[in-house]
């Protein structure tokens, strides 16, 4: 059905693919599937905020965070499945929709907390900005 799935997580919160994972999983299981997943590590917010870090600290973080990835994907995810890892950086909706594209992606499965009418008023979610904003079907996992 699908051939290319995108799953997005976050490295730091287990319960980003907790649950979406084996969903990601038993999409990619189909013959001829693959499975992207992506972790995407959050840019500064400003260029104030960037100033106060050193300059090495990026590329750093990008490191630890293709290591990480990597031990997750080999811990989780079954040889059978043909998978894929990516680490972005930048804005994190950004990111994804910029993967979903270059992937090639034509389902996209990820994480969402329950919504919360307050924060999602003041800073938005990950999860609904690309939800609007893709031009692939999203499979929206509850957790």
Request: charged share 20%; hydrophobic share 50%; glycine share 4%.
């Amino acid at each position: 059905m699908y051939k290319t799935i995108l799953l997005t997580i976050d490295l730091e919160h287990e319960a980003s693919w907790k649950q979406a994972l084996p969903v990601a999983i038993d999409f990619a299981k189909a013959p001829g599937a693959t499975l992207h997943i992506l972790a995407v590590v959050p840019n500064y917010g400003s260029a104030l905020v960037a100033s106060e870090f050193p300059s090495s600290y990026l590329e750093k973080t990008l490191a630890k965070a293709k290591a990480k990835l990597a031990a997750m994907v080999a811990e989780h995810v079954p040889a059978q499945v043909k998978a894929i890892s990516h680490v972005g950086a930048g804005r994190v909706h950004e990111v994804i929709l910029e993967y979903i594209d270059s992937s090639g992606a034509d389902l996209v499965v990820m994480a969402s907390h329950a919504p919360d009418r307050v924060r999602e008023f003041l800073v938005g979610s990950n999860a609904d900005r690309v939800v609007r904003r893709s031009p692939v079907s999203i499979h929206v996992v509850r957790c």
